[in-house]
């Protein structure tokens, strides 16, 4: 019985939210336009996150950076270097506790306190207010918080779920990142340059330092990406092409 219960809680949990996959043009990305996106950072280890700027920067591309802000806090110097840079900074929460697990009061705080993190990280006010929700899913009542404290919500459409990955699979991410790309003309490409929190994550190298908290492949997958995407006549843009017009 108990288990049945907490499998009834689970389906009516998901099917009281919303997702963050969307289709290209619901995100106004326009045909053959891909703009990359990267969760859950910024991520020191093994200088993750610098050496994906080192390569974004290489190729004159810039991305979105969903940052938690716990992460902002403990690693202010690089999401200075991101805004420097022109990278798209969004709020990723401050917490890595999933969005839809949150009631009202608490969710408010923690996407307030994530862009106070950003802010103080940047050295000026946080605008503007782009949010995505962590674990990709939020409800109703979140969308409303976010309108009231002046945010806009970035979704994506190109979602491979590394997160969960270790870098012995690099291959099969980028293979689903092209196959995803090409099936739908282009799009916000969903990656994570880091996972969860500073704690969690050390603690998840400690017991497999090769697992799926060890992000240190998705900078030369990233790179790997753009000269395959290029290839294929795919261009590597801004995202402020869909800041204004993104659902």
Excluded at 3 to 17: D, E, H, N, Q
Excluded at 187 to 214: Q, Y
């Amino acid at each position: 019985m108990k288990k049945i219960l907490v499998f009834f809680y689970i389906v009516t949990l998901f099917s009281s939210c919303m997702s963050i996959n969307r289709s290209r043009e619901e995100l106004n990305v326009p045909l053959s336009y891909v703009i990359f996106s990267f969760d859950d950072g910024p991520n020191i280890h093994e200088e993750t996150t610098n050496r994906l700027l080192d390569i974004l920067e290489l190729y004159e591309i810039k991305a979105i950076f969903s940052l938690l802000g716990e992460r902002v806090d403990a690693n202010p110097q690089i999401v200075k270097r991101m805004y420097d840079e022109g990278h798209c900074i969004v709020n990723h929460g401050y917490s890595d506790k999933w969005a839809r697990g949150m009631r009202e009061a608490e969710f408010r705080e923690n996407l307030l306190r994530g862009g106070q993190a950003i802010s103080n990280a940047i050295g000026r006010e946080f605008d503007p207010k782009l949010y995505r929700p962590h674990g990709g899913y939020y409800n109703s009542k979140q969308i409303n918080i976010c309108n009231e404290e002046g945010y806009l919500i970035i979704n994506s459409n190109i979602r491979v779920y590394d997160a969960v990955l270790p870098g012995t699979k690099k291959d099969k991410v980028v293979k689903s990142v092209i196959v995803k790309v090409e099936k739908q003309g282009g799009g916000i490409v969903l990656l994570h340059d880091a996972r969860d929190s500073n704690s969690r994550m050390e603690e998840e190298l400690t017991k497999a330092p090769n697992g799926a908290f060890n992000r240190s492949w998705i900078p030369e997958t990233t790179e790997k990406l753009i000269i395959l995407l290029k290839e294929r006549g795919y261009m590597i843009g801004s995202p402020d092409i869909v800041i204004q017009n993104n659902p």
